[in-house]
């Protein structure tokens, strides 16, 4: 069962043979000996204090202790002076030596609700909730800004006023239709005519020499064709769009390998002012 203390202002009641009143049993004593002061410098009496047990160091240096009465129920404790409000909840005091604490290690509590110190009190040592302090803030912790990795600038085609820019890889074998990375590129050049109102763009269809030559020349037509729609589709009005089929009559690399092929099949285009 926890021990309910009574306030220190109306004494500590223990028994003749307690090791703390050892030293002078009208006072109250910490653990060393050494008697025991509330938080203005008086010293804690005890049960067994008297005018004639009163030690005169002690009296002397109380400036607002009650003056000394030889029947004890009759004494009239001093006013308390103007503090802050301790905290009324109990305060654990097992972690430290700055207070004087209880068999259940709770701090004690003098007649006005502040907290007993003992010889090792200091400001560093004091408990806010003693002093009826505020709690000291925690310091803030900033969070480091967060690094913003810039996004890659897109790839743009570079559109080139005075020569004409040759694509391959825009259809498959045998095909007309558009692939993405194809659209991907004349998007560049429908920007660049939006900006420009006063240029016009000439669709060169190409082929190898795999097939006919009437086959290869309608596939080059087909896909020069197939430019000039998707540039349509962007806004570009098709009155500025000239195109034209070459069919296999203009290699740019040798039909004898699949890589020179490949160099062949292709799509030129050129800006025209």
Known sequence: MKTQLLPIIALITVTASSNAFAANEAYVTDGYGAIVKDNYGSCVRSSKWTA??????????????????????ERVAAPAPTLLAPAKEDIDGSKQNAYVIDSSNRIVRDGYGYCVRTIHWSKETAIPKCE???EPKAPEVVKPAPVLVPKPAPVVTKVKDDAPVAFRGFFDTNKSLLKDEAKTKLNDYSEYMERNTNTSVKVSGHTDSTGTEAYNQGLSERRANAVKTYLESKGIDGQRIQTEGFGE?????????????????????EIIK
């Open 52 to 73: 004639e047990t009163a030690d005169a160091s002690c009296e002397k240096a109380t400036q607002t202790a009650p003056k000394a009465e030889s029947n004890t129920s």
């Open 132 to 134: 009826g302090w505020a």
């Open 249 to 269: 009559t203009q290699p740019i690399a040798t039909n004898r390998t699949k890589e020179g092929r490949a160099e062949n099949r292709r799509v030129e285009l």
